[in-house]
């Protein structure tokens, strides 16, 4: 009976996959049709002056939350996946670039200036905790929302709302070369998609979050790797935050602590060490990086 569970849940992972790799490809497709403002509006460049479009990011995330949801993750996957979306399409499109990493947002909002960037802070806290108290609500398993939350305390679903704002923040600092954020997304969803344990409810919605996620990065990973498409903040806020939720949702206060122990040190590592530096300098993640990139392919954003 256990087994039956369990290769249920992971089915219910495995049909999220199969659905957000669908669904980002239909998206991206879409998307280059017919481009919402235009397609300018949608190009950058990278620092070598080669054009890429941030389609990617808008088809990453509906194809992500419509796996989800497909999978039965239900609101908290929406709420994480496309909130994150929505507050990194407001940094892709409106930001100005004038202030660089969490001190430089920090700095200009102690001067009274409010960027996109410090809005995107905020709105990626708020929904990272709307979609863990939801996660924890629904795990209540029909208890009264507010017994549910002291019965299993503020604390974890307060930590847990930080873990899935942090790794969205986390996945976007890692999106500076072509395939590299898609390829930890990949590496990270593996043993959520395929873990059996935990109650039910927890592991199913746990299972769908992370296939998703990482059925919507094959879907775009080809375009990512050869260097026409990125992530972009949209893509990638939604991608991290969608690991954070799925991680969320089958942990425990103490889990939680320790992962947001993580993000936060890799958060504060990332103002003082350039994380590219670090991979290209150490052998296997320096191969592993650039595995499936054409040879002499540039940065997707500009240098660190």
């Known amino acids: 009976m256990r ?15 199969a659905i957000g ?8 497709a879409l998307l280059k049709r017919r481009p919402p403002g235009g397609a300018d509006r ?9 054009p890429v479009t941030l389609f990617e990011g808008p088809a990453y995330a509906v194809g992500a939350v419509a796996g989800a949801l497909a999978g ?15 507050f990194g399409a407001l940094d892709d499109l409106a930001g100005d670039g004038s202030s660089k990493g969490l001190r430089g947002h920090l700095a200009a909002a102690g001067r009274g200036q409010v960027t996109t960037g410090v809005l995107k802070i905020a709105g990626l806290g708020a929904t990272g905790l709307v ?36 790794s969205a923040n986390i ?57 026409r498409s990125m992530l972009g903040d949209t893509g990638a806020n939604s991608a991290g935050a969608l690991l954070g939720a799925a991680f969320v949702a089958r942990s425990g206060l103490r889990g939680r602590l320790v992962a947001l122990g993580l993000v936060t040190l ?7 060490v350039s994380f590219t ?16 990139r054409p040879s002499g392919s540039a940065p997707q954003r500009h240098p660190e």
């Open 131 to 166: 979609s863990a108290w939801m996660i924890d609500r629904a795990h209540g398993a029909g208890s009264h929302p507010l017994t549910h939350l002291r019965r299993n305390g503020m604390m974890a679903t307060l930590v847990g709302g930080g873990v899935i704002a942090g």
């Open 171 to 227: 996945a976007n600092l890692l999106d500076l070369r072509p395939g590299r954020a898609l390829k930890v997304v990949l590496l990270l969803a593996a043993p959520l998609v395929l873990g059996g344990n935990g109650a039910l409810l927890s592991t199913a919605t746990s299972n769908a979050t992370a296939g998703a996620a990482a059925g919507a990065a094959i879907g775009v990973l080809p375009d990512d790797l050869a260097g």
């Open 42 to 50: 949608w190009t950058r460049k990278n620092h070598v002056g080669r």
């Open 72 to 86: 039965g993750a239900g609101g908290p996957a929406a709420v994480a996946g496309l909130g994150a979306a929505a």
């Open 266 to 272: 890799l958060t504060l590592a990332s103002e003082r």
């Open 277 to 292: 530096k670090v991979i290209e300098s150490t052998p296997g993640l320096r191969e592993l990086d650039a595995l499936g």
């Open 21 to 28: 790799a669908l669904g980002s490809v239909a998206a991206a």
């Open 3 to 17: 087994a039956r569970a369990v290769a249920g849940r992971q089915g219910s992972g495995l049909g999220a996959f």
